[in-house]
């Protein structure tokens, strides 16, 4: 039996395992078949929580998507796995580890967590594209959008900056522009436009989970690409399909995401 808690950021939703014993090390058949919707318990990604190393953060979180494949990032996820651990003790906060670094999370007043997502990444290779380019200007084309930014926050993300990002059709494309043949190791496609109060309104589509309800790397990697292409100053409210996240890129080029967490229930996967 494998205890697991299932939480969201944004409806963007999670199977949480605690695994910071080493006794689970849950191989790949069985991370895909917790993910799945319709057999398993279900969600957009599996996080495993693990021992932190060598004393480097407060925990380490391993991120899988449904496919059972293991991503270096996930912002939503973050902030529920930063609130769990915050539950534990008494500290409001914390330093979650990635593969990507460590990320400072710390609770607010209002009950929502802030995790510093560090700095993006913006050369070609480090996106990474398969040839070099002006990452503020990507040669990718889904008639009728092109033009996008690329941006890695640890994992991949295309942006496209549209009119009406109400009106894409994200389920027909979406999963081309992930597998476009410029993009190496597929990227997570967000679909932004500017609302007449400032606010930005941001459709995903997540590599391998497709369609979510929020992507908070995907909110991080589109205040930078808002703020290259001059759309926003450093700071930005995103509303996604479940909600609204703050967004800043600070001076000293780290990313601050805030946003809230819910808990919905704890339960045991059988093996
Ligand atoms: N939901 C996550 C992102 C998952 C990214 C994953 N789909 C990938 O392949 O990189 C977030 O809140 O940042």
């Known amino acids: 039996m494998i205890p697991f808690v299932k939480m969201h950021g944004l409806g963007n939703d999670f199977v949480i395992v605690d695994d910071?014993?080493?006794?689970?090390?849950?191989?790949?058949?069985?991370?895909?078949?917790?993910?799945?919707?319709?057999?398993?318990?279900g969600c957009d990604q599996l996080l495993v929580l693990e021992k932190p190393n060598?004393?480097?953060?407060?925990?380490?979180?391993?991120?899988?998507?449904?496919?059972?494949g293991e991503v270096e990032a996930c912002g939503n996820g973050t902030r529920c796995v930063a609130a769990l651990v915050m539950d534990e003790g008494t500290k409001d906060a914390l330093g979650v580890e990635t593969v990507a670094g460590i990320l400072a999370s710390t609770r607010n007043p209002d009950d929502t967590v802030s995790v510093d997502m560090g700095e993006p990444r913006l050369r070609w290779d480090q996106i990474p594209l398969a040839r070099e380019m002006d990452t503020l200007s990507v040669d990718m084309t889904y008639?009728?959008?092109?033009?996008?930014?690329?941006?890695?926050?640890?994992?991949?993300?295309?942006?496209?900056f549209v009119d009406d990002a109400?009106?894409?059709?994200?389920?027909?494309?979406?999963?081309?522009?992930?597998?476009?043949?410029l993009l190496p190791e597929r990227a997570n496609i967000e679909f932004v436009s500017?609302?007449?109060?400032?606010?930005?309104?941001?459709?995903?589509?997540?590599?391998?989970?497709?369609?979510t309800q929020a992507c908070g790397s995907g909110a991080c990697a589109v205040v930078v690409a808002a703020?290259?292409?001059?759309?926003?100053?450093?700071?930005?409210?995103?509303h996604l399909d479940g909600g609204a996240l703050d967004l800043e890129w600070r001076e000293d080029g780290h990313v601050i995401m805030t946003g809230p967490t819910a808990f919905s229930f704890r339960g045991e996967w059988m093996q």
């Open 20 to 41: 910071r014993d080493g006794a689970f090390a849950l191989d790949r058949a069985t991370r895909q078949a917790m993910a799945d919707r319709r057999r398993g318990i």
């Open 227 to 238: 703020t290259r292409r001059g759309l926003v100053d450093r700071k930005a409210r995103i």
């Open 54 to 68: 060598n004393g480097h953060g407060d925990v380490f979180m391993r991120v899988y998507n449904p496919d059972g």
């Open 166 to 181: 109400e009106a894409v059709p994200l389920e027909e494309c979406g999963p081309v522009l992930e597998n476009d043949p």
């Open 143 to 160: 008639i009728p959008y092109s033009d996008p930014v690329a941006v890695n926050m640890g994992n991949p993300h295309i942006v496209f």
């Open 194 to 211: 500017k609302n007449p109060d400032g606010s930005l309104r941001m459709r995903v589509w997540e590599r391998t989970a497709g369609i």
